[in-house]
C-alpha cells in the first residue's frame, strides 16, 4: 500500500487502482481526486446505499456516486444471470476498483445459472451479489424472475443456497412487502423465513407491493402506498436479520429516523436525481469526522469527474453517457438550470469531449460571483 495525505489525514492506495489522467489546472483538485479516488476500498456496510436502478447505475454514475460518499454501498443495474453467462461479459460488468465497494444484482429464477452468474461476478470483484425479487417490469415478469419471485419462496430459498454455494462474497436479496394478492404480512414472514432458512441474512425491503398486472413499472413505484411500519416489524421479528428499507425515502434526516427502526437504508430516485445528498452520507449516517469525510466541492467534484471524461472519452466513450448522470449536481443551487442545459446539450455535439463539464463548471462559478456581488451591494 503505498500512502497519500488528504486533509492531514494519511490514506492508503490501493494497489491497482486505475491512476487518473491528470493536466486540469486546479492543483488542489488534482490532489484531492486523485487521493480521494484512490483510497483502499471501505469496509462493506449497508447502513447507507443507492438502488440499482437499470439505466441509471452504471459504471460512470458509480464513479461519480464515488466522488460524492466513500462509504455508501453502491449497486449496479441488475443485469440478466444469462446475460452475464453468454453475453459480453467483459463489458457488462467493466468497473473501476475506485467505485468499491459494489454490489452486482442479477436477475434470475433459476439454481444453476445464477450461481454461475454469481460466481463469475464474483470472480470480477464485486463485493456482494444480490438476487432481484423486486422487480415488476413486464419484461422481468415474462421471464418470471424479480417481484414474480414473491410467490415462490421455495425456489428462491434454492436459487440463494445455489448462489452462496458459488461464491464466498455475501448473498443478499431484495424484495418487496408483497405483490398482487399475495401481500399478507403473513406472507411476507413466510418469504423471508423460507429464504432466510437458505442462508440469506440481509433482505433489503421495497416497502410497498407490486402489482405485477395493471401498473407499470413507475406506476408500481408510485402508487402502491409505502408501509414503512411493516418493514420495522420485520426487523423486530426476525432481529438476527439485516434488513434494509427502500422506498420513497428522500433526505438524509429521514434516513436517519428509519436507521432507529433498522438496519440500513437503500435510496434511489432521491440519490440519482439529487446526487449532493451523497455528499452529506459519510458525515450524517457513518458519523466520520467532518475532516475525513468524503466532502468534495461540486466543483472538484465537477474538475474529477473532467479528467474521468479525458480518460473515458479517450477510450471512445460518448461524453452524454458520463455527463448524464451529473445533470441533478447543482439542482436547488443559482444556475442549475443553465448547468444543466450546458452538459445534456453541450455533451451531445459531435466530438464533445471533457471541455463541456468545464463550460458547465464556468457557467455555476459566474453565478455564484454575480450572487457574491449582489450580496455585497446589498450590504452596502
Ligand atoms: C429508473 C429505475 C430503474 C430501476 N431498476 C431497478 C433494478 O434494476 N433493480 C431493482 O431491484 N430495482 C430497480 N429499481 C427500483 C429501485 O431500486 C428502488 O427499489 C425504487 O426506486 C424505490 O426506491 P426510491 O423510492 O428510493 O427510488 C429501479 C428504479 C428506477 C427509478
Redesign the pocket.
Known sequence: MNKLRFGGHPIEIAPGSAPIATGAANAKADHCAQAEMRPAAPPLSRRFSV??????TDRHCRYFHRLLTRRALLYT??LAANAVIHGDRARLLAHRPEEHPVAL?LGGADPAPLAEAAAIGAAHGYVEINL?V??PSGRVRDGCFGAALMAEPARVAACVAAMRSAVAVPVTV?CRTGIDNLDSEAHLIRFVETVAAAGATTFIV?ARKAWLSGLSPKEN?EIPPLDYERVYRLKARFPELEIVI????TSLDAARAHLAHVDGV?????AYHDPWLLAGVDAAIYGAPQQSARKLSRSEVLRAMMRYAEEECARGEALHRITRHMLGLCRGRPGARTFRRILSEGACRPGAGPEVIAEALAAISRMRQVDADQAKAQQC
Not at 438502488?51 to 441509471?56: G, I, K, L, S, V
Not at 427502500?246 to 425515502?249: A, L, M, T
Not at 437503500?266 to 432521491?270: F, P, Q
Request: hydrophobic letters at 35%.
Open positions: 438502488a440499482p436502478m437499470m439505466d441509471c443495474e441488475m444484482q432481484n423486486g422487480c431484495k421495497h413505484r427502500n422506498g420513497g425515502i437503500m435510496l434511489g430516485r432521491a
